[in-house]
């Protein structure tokens, strides 16, 4: 053999083993790096599945909004849909239908809500082992998108062979041949960019996955963590993942409840989850679902016929649900309670309380057209020091928004300055004028204003206090001595400024506190004032005077029902309604709520009141949280 040839063939030899040497060694790489934990299949303890939770409490005769009950249900273990659950509650005389609300004739327990399990930002994830998935959906997604899933090893010679050629001819890519297993390999591993080195990537993870795993359930695995991991979209600001979270949030429906036609629409959405929006392309949407549905019935691999399918007024009924959903955001108020645990409040009310926030920030932010608005609260039981605290902005530091962020307080101390009053010599029947009043200070003459008009001459120190006047407060404070009052208020009030008597605006709410601070200057006042509430023969006691919330500031806010209860509150406004207050004492549980404007400051009037945004979350909350209300019981509270 010619020597030049012997070593060509050595070369050539020597290159083709070096080839496979480096070939094997990015497989190896590849799979080594590919999380293939992540088509674990999916655990389910058996014993926990269906078992009603005793926290999780609906007391008898309370009030729950009917969409609020009915979310809920929809995420909660129960295997039941929510119409099956309410028609036997009926029966059995549970419940009562009264508008949209639902009056609890006997106490429910309800379920505890399935684990979000997206660790993700806005993201909801409820995970469904294969045997619980509805044979419609991984048949249906055979047919459409991988015929020969149950025979090939990961990958489609075929396929692959069509699509090359198509795209040698048209001089792109654009078909891929991808199997459901490549397609599970690029959601889970993968970007999709278009690169050979990614699909490389793709087929080699692939075939191992089919080639590793056991013979009998890998194809099943495959399916499982494609209908559990894949995305379907966004709605309501929170990211879709997987079959089951899809079935709640386009359909409101538990999976085994949907129809083939609306499994359809599940399946066609994977294909592009935004280019097929139902919100933005409908029409896409509709003309896809039908070719998926038809197809799919004509292979027998779903009941039903085309005549089955939707019709325009169904598929414009579901789009009107969707956007009214959207605006809403139930589920998104859902997701967001599962991430503020609490013990405080069970599952059920946490859930409300995040809803009534939402609902009210939607309104706010049309009205003002800023995205800043927010809500704070911290409130505690003051008999076990259970607690729930809320931030709106879930993306910013709570502990640092309701401890080390301060806001001007407005007239919520207002009650503490008048305890002091009522123990110093006033008493509730005294009179105070009202007129105007000038009050000489270093800095100048200042006069205080009132927020009302028509005001009468005179008030009684008691009506000066529930309706929060300004000038009888401030001419009560110079009949009190302005030394000792502000010796008083010193020991309550953080960072309060002296002397009193060259800063009176203070009195009237200048001064800026944390949610927190004001929840521990409320809980000493409150807890105190209880000493006297059994002893208070005279009606002098501030909780007294102001439990009956027909004769205060929210008098024309409250609600007839809620009217007809006991419970402290006491509003606030300041900066142009850029902070407001809400501070209430029930049962045994006292609370204080923020609502307002963060970052920057304009000068004009926003129209807020603590009365209209923060007393109405704590009213809305408490009319539908499930639970009976409880009024003022200084009984269940421990000595100072």
């Known amino acids: 053999m010619n020597r030049g040839i012997k070593w060509l063939l050595i070369a050539v030899a020597g290159l083709i083993s070096v080839g496979i040497l480096i070939s094997a060694l990015f497989v190896i790489d590849v799979i080594s790096k590919a999380p293939l934990e992540r088509i674990e299949k999916v655990k389910v303890l058996p014993q ?64 505890e809500l399935l684990q979000n399990e997206c660790p993700s930002l806005y993201c909801y994830q409820s995970r469904v082992p294969f045997e619980r998935l509805p044979s419609i959906f991984w048949k249906g997604l055979i047919g459409i998108e991988d015929t020969r899933f149950l025979d090939h090893i990961g990958i489609d010679f075929k396929a692959m062979a069509r699509a090359f050629f198509h795209d040698i001819k048209v001089m792109r890519f654009e078909q891929g041949a991808s199997t459901l297993t490549q397609q599970l390999v690029k959601n889970l591993f993968y970007t999709s960019e278009k690169k050979i080195s990614r699909k490389l990537k793709e087929i080699i993870v692939s075939i191992y996955i089919e080639m590793t795993f ?29 079959v089951q979270a899809a079935s709640f949030f386009y359909f409101s429906k538990k999976l085994n409840d949907l129809s083939p036609f609306e499994a359809s629409i599940l399946v066609s959405l994977l294909k592009g989850p935004y280019f097929y929006s139902p919100l933005n392309h409908l029409d896409r949407l509709k003309k896809r679902t039908h070719f998926v ?38 589920f998104r108020s859902l997701w967001r309670s599962q991430k503020n645990k609490n013990l405080l409040f069970n599952d059920y009310e946490n859930y409300v309380f995040v809803q009534k926030v939402n609902l009210l920030l939607e309104k706010l932010k049309k009205r003002l057209k800023k995205k800043d608005v927010a809500v704070k609260a911290y409130i505690g039981s003051l008999k076990n020091g259970n607690l729930f605290d809320f931030y709106s902005k879930f993306e910013r530091k709570k502990e640092r928004a ?17 305890s002091y009053y009522l123990k110093n010599g006033k008493n509730p029947e005294d009179l105070v004028s009202t007129k105007e009043l000038t009050v000489n200070l270093k800095s100048g003459e200042w006069k205080p204003r009132e927020a009302h008009d028509n005001l009468p001459d005179e008030v009684t ?49 200048a001064v800026e506190l944390s949610i927190k601070e004001i929840f521990e ?55 142009s309604g850029h902070n407001n207050w ?55 509270l421990p000595n100072p």
């Open 293 to 330: 549905y038809k197809k799919l019935v004509s292979m027998h691999l779903l009941p039903g016929s085309a005549k089955d399918a939707w019709a325009d007024r169904d598929w414009k009924r579901w789009q009107k649900q969707l956007i009214i959903r959207n605006s809403e955001k139930p």
């Open 582 to 636: 809400f501070v209430f004492f029930q049962g045994d549980t006292l609370g204080v709520i923020w609502v307002g404007l963060e970052g920057r400051r304009q000068e004009k009037d926003l129209h807020l009141y603590g009365g209209s945004t923060a007393f109405q979350i704590f009213q809305n909350f408490f009319h539908h949280r499930g639970r009976r209300f409880s009024q003022i019981d200084c009984s269940l």
């Open 521 to 575: 200057i409320y809980r000493s006042f409150i807890i105190e004032e209880c000493q006297d509430w059994e002893n208070d023969k005279e009606h002098k006691n501030v909780l007294y005077l102001m439990s009956d919330p027909s004769q205060t500031t929210v008098r024309k806010l409250v609600t007839t029902q809620m009217a007809q209860m006991r419970f402290f509150g006491k509003t606030g406004t300041s900066n």
């Open 402 to 418: 309701l401890s080390s962020e301060f806001h001007q307080v407005g007239s919520i101390l207002k009650p503490i300055i008048y």
């Open 214 to 242: 056991p013979e009998e359930e890998i194809k099943e695995r495959i399916l499982e963590a494609y209908f559990n991991e894949v995305e379907w979209g966004s709605l309501q600001g929170v990211r879709i993942k997987g």
């Open 48 to 111: 926990k599945q269906g078992l009603l939770d005793s926290k999780v409490l609906l007391e008898e005769g309370a009030l729950v909004r009917q969409s609020e009950l009915e979310t809920y249900f929809l995420f909660s273990k129960s295997i039941e849909s929510f119409g099956d659950w309410l028609a036997k509650m009926q029966r059995q005389d549970f419940v009562s239908l009264n508008k949209n609300n639902y009056i609890l004739e006997k106490e429910i327990h309800l379920h």
């Open 461 to 509: 120190v008691a009506e000066a206090l529930m309706h929060s006047y300004n000038r009888p407060l401030i001419r009560l404070a110079q009949d009190a001595g302005w030394p000792a009052l502000e010796s008083f208020l010193a020991a309550k009030i953080p960072r309060l400024k002296v002397p009193l008597a060259e800063f009176p605006a203070q009195l009237l709410g």
